[in-house]
């Protein structure tokens, strides 16, 4: 199986977290979103115990722009993890879960006075800060404080990920960040250093997601702390934290590898200590930031299969009752996806169609050339490893309501979001 918690029972049904989704789907209803409470919490574990293990001082902080809903805070809480936020929304939510923003990083390219106004007053732990602009607007906001706000100063390193383009955010033409190359790194270090109401903390890279090689933390970690060396020998700056970004990647497909995290953290542990070594610095506090490596393959999403179209000579078509706007990472990034037909997981597949949703776009598209027992109307659709960067992409286009999302924890389930209604949908409508 793609992933431990998925199985197949007696009934032939696929299982998730030990319970067969479709008497869940028939319970809730499709489409659906599942997550495995405890997966999240072992994936969280897997981070915090190798950060502890190999480091003196470091923290996983979860970048909630995965999935972000109230429970998930609950548990990143419950887990002892910080947070990363990108936005206002993110930051209430976290709030209005009962989490504690001490640990909490805000990102984001482009904070408004407004955005920068609401963190500082609700305690926000530290801006991750992306250009000069935003260090003027902390400044004068935080100036009628008298604690001085918590930085950490986004740079761009300058290594091409070999990654998908979308996902690839540490080239110095880059959106995000100030790059150490063209000298604005540098720029806004030192205007950092100056100013009264802001404490420098460190420097942050993201060079992007699903970075299955290594060699990539490697490499920015060497260029990161040469360009802390640097500023120590000009401003005499010595370096408290240094946060790498987003964590490993996640096995979409059987092709995929299988990563092992623990593994991994103690080569990069290794290597930044060998790298602080050969820059005379002390090894400063370490933050990682994963986000789909905690909850992706905690999530399945269920849908019952509609209209099947085969168009003789062409193709065939899976419609399904959700779509692009349940998981439009097939859209955008042409993302891959293991999928069953849930009812009938030991029949054999020997059917191959493009698995469709009912949204008005031809790219409305979860899976391309599937290979699938041939399903009924009625039959259910299990897409695997949906837990990251699908409810927090969704959207109601077409008015499409979004999908519930199901808990499961301990051969039990609970709903930690409900299913939008129609009223819903028309709720902010004058
Ligand atoms: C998206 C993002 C992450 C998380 O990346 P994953 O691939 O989900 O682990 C971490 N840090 C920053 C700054 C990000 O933008």
Same mark, same amino acid.
């Given at each position: 199986?793609?992933?431990?918690?998925?199985?197949?029972?007696?009934?032939?049904?696929?299982?998730?977290?030990?319970?067969?989704?479709?008497?869940?789907?028939?319970?809730?209803?499709?489409?659906?979103?599942?997550?495995?409470?405890?997966?999240?919490?072992?994936?969280?574990?897997?981070?915090?115990?190798?950060?502890?293990?190999?480091?003196?001082?470091?923290?996983?902080?979860?970048?909630?722009?995965?999935?972000?809903?109230?429970?998930?805070? &609950?548990?990143?809480? *419950?887990? /002892?993890? @910080?947070?990363? %936020? $990108?936005?206002?929304? +993110?930051?209430?939510? =976290?709030?209005?879960?009962?989490?504690?923003?001490?640990?909490?990083?805000?990102?984001?390219?482009?904070?408004?006075?407004?955005?920068? &106004?609401?963190?500082? *007053?609700? /305690?926000? @732990?530290?801006? %991750? $800060?992306?250009?000069? +602009?935003?260090?003027? =607007?902390?400044?004068?906001?935080?100036?009628?404080?008298?604690?001085?706000?918590?930085?950490?100063?986004?740079?761009?390193?300058?290594?091409?990920?070999?990654?998908?383009?979308?996902?690839?955010?540490?080239? $110095?033409?880059?959106?995000?960040?100030?790059?150490?190359?063209?000298?604005?790194?540098?720029?806004?270090?030192?205007?950092?250093?100056?100013?009264?109401?802001?404490?420098?903390?460190?420097?942050?890279?993201?060079?992007?997601?699903?970075?299955?090689?290594?060699?990539?933390?490697?490499?920015?970690?060497?260029?990161?702390?040469?360009?802390?060396?640097?500023?120590?020998?000009?401003?005499?700056?010595?370096?408290?934290?240094?946060?790498?970004?987003?964590?490993?990647?996640?096995?979409?497909?059987?092709?995929?590898?299988?990563?092992?995290?623990?593994?991994?953290?103690?080569?990069?542990?290794?290597?930044?200590?060998?790298?602080?070594?050969?820059?005379?610095?002390?090894?400063?506090?370490?933050?990682?930031?994963?986000?789909?490596?905690?909850?992706?393959?905690?999530?399945?999403?269920?849908?019952?299969?509609?209209?099947?179209?085969?168009?003789?000579?062409?193709?065939?078509?899976?419609?399904?009752?959700?779509?692009?706007?349940?998981?439009?990472?097939?859209?955008?990034?042409?993302?891959?996806?293991?999928?069953?037909?849930?009812?009938?997981?030991?029949?054999?597949?020997?059917?191959?169609?493009?698995?469709?949703?009912?949204?008005?776009?031809?790219?409305?598209?979860?899976?391309?050339?599937?290979?699938?027992?041939?399903?009924?109307?009625?039959?259910?659709?299990?897409?695997?490893?949906?837990?990251?960067?699908?409810?927090?992409?969704?959207?109601?286009?077409?008015?499409?309501?979004?999908?519930?999302?199901?808990?499961?924890?301990?051969?039990?389930?609970?709903?930690?979001?409900?299913?939008?209604?129609?009223?819903?949908?028309?709720?902010?409508?004058?």
């Amino acid at each position: 199986m793609i992933c431990k918690n998925i199985g197949i029972n007696e009934a032939g049904h696929i299982t998730f977290a030990g319970q067969d989704v479709c008497e869940l789907a028939k319970k809730y209803g499709t489409p659906l979103y599942l997550m495995d409470e405890q997966r999240i919490r072992e994936n969280c574990r897997i981070y915090k115990k190798a950060m502890e293990n190999y480091f003196d001082n470091a923290l996983p902080a979860y970048a909630s722009k995965a999935a972000s809903f109230k429970r998930m805070y &609950e548990i990143i809480g *419950e887990e /002892g993890l @910080g947070v990363d %936020v $990108v936005s206002v929304g +993110e930051i209430y939510t =976290a709030m209005k879960a009962g989490y504690s923003l001490e640990n909490a990083y805000f990102h984001s390219n482009n904070k408004t006075d407004f955005d920068v &106004e609401f963190a500082i *007053e609700n /305690g926000v @732990g530290y801006f %991750v $800060v992306d250009n000069a +602009e935003e260090l003027f =607007a902390i400044e004068r906001i935080n100036g009628g404080n008298e604690k001085k706000q918590k930085v950490l100063l986004r740079l761009t390193p300058g290594i091409d990920t070999h990654t998908y383009e979308a996902v690839n955010t540490g080239k $110095v033409d880059s959106k995000f960040g100030s790059a150490i190359e063209t000298g604005q790194a540098e720029e806004i270090t030192k205007l950092a250093l100056h100013m009264e109401h802001i404490e420098l903390m460190g420097f942050h890279c993201h060079i992007g997601s699903q970075v299955f090689d290594s060699d990539t933390f490697l490499r920015s970690s060497d260029i990161m702390l040469g360009f802390a060396a640097d500023m120590k020998k000009k401003y005499g700056y010595e370096l408290k934290e240094l946060s790498l970004g987003g964590g490993y990647g996640v096995r979409y497909v059987e092709s995929d590898p299988v990563i092992d995290i623990d593994a991994n953290i103690k080569q990069v542990s290794e290597c930044i200590k060998a790298t602080c070594a050969k820059y005379d610095l002390q090894v400063p506090k370490m933050i990682m930031e994963p986000g789909r490596s905690i909850v992706a393959d905690a999530g399945m999403t269920l849908y019952s299969v509609g209209t099947i179209k085969q168009i003789p000579g062409y193709k065939n078509y899976i419609s399904i009752d959700g779509g692009m706007t349940d998981n439009p990472r097939y859209a955008l990034y042409g993302s891959e996806y293991t999928l069953f037909v849930a009812n009938k997981a030991n029949d054999t597949a020997n059917f191959t169609a493009d698995v469709v949703g009912r949204c008005c776009e031809s790219d409305d598209i979860i899976q391309p050339a599937v290979n699938l027992p041939k399903p009924v109307r009625g039959d259910i659709i299990a897409v695997c490893t949906t837990g990251a960067y699908n409810y927090s992409m969704a959207s109601n286009y077409n008015r499409v309501g979004r999908p519930a999302i199901v808990m499961l924890n301990d051969g039990k389930s609970y709903q930690a979001v409900k299913r939008e209604s129609l009223d819903d949908l028309v709720a902010n409508d004058l």
